[in-house]
Every structure is written in structure tokens, then in C-alpha cells.
């Protein structure tokens, strides 16, 4: 879903899930957030870049997840349901 890598001092997160042109689900955002944390105390990163895996950044939210209520079919169990 995510993918981290360092180089020197730059760290790469790169949102892979390209089929699905990269849309934010609370799977990425968990796991984007995991390693944002992670950067943010090393004293050995200067720059972290986020880039979207194949033609696109992100084409925004999963939107399975606010049709099924909060909960897409990989989403964490949530514990408030959304609705429109």
C-alpha cells in the first residue's frame, strides 16, 4: 500500500496501489502516518518526499469506504460509521 525506502538523507514513500491510481483509503493513511513518525524523530532525515506510484498521485479517497459505511473491504474496522 505504502512503500518506504531511504537514501542518505531523503526518505521516499511512494502510494502503491496504482489499479487503483493511488486513492487514499484509512489502510494507506495508517501506514503513510507509520512511517511519517518514524522520519520525524531520525536526526538522519533531512527531506521526505511522497510520490504516487504509476500515472497518478493519488485520485483521492476511496470512496467503498463511505459507501460501505466507513469500512472499505481491506479497511481497518472502524469504530463511528460516516454518512452522507
Do not use: C
Not at 51 to 70: C, E, N, Q, T
Amino acid at each position: 500500500v505504502v512503500v518506504g525506502e531511504e537514501k542518505g538523507s531523503v526518505t521516499l514513500d511512494t502510494l502503491n496501489r496504482p489499479h487503483q491510481l493511488n486513492v487514499i483509503s484509512p489502510e494507506v493513511v495508517l501506514k503513510l502516518a507509520e512511517y511519517l513518525e518514524t522520519w520525524e524523530n531520525d536526526d538522519k532525515t533531512k527531506l521526505i518526499l511522497i510520490k504516487g506510484a504509476w500515472r497518478a498521485f493519488s485520485a483521492s479517497g476511496d470512496l467503498k469506504m463511505f459507501y460501505y459505511g466507513g469500512e472499505s473491504s481491506k479497511s481497518p474496522k472502524r469504530k463511528h460509521t460516516i454518512m452522507f
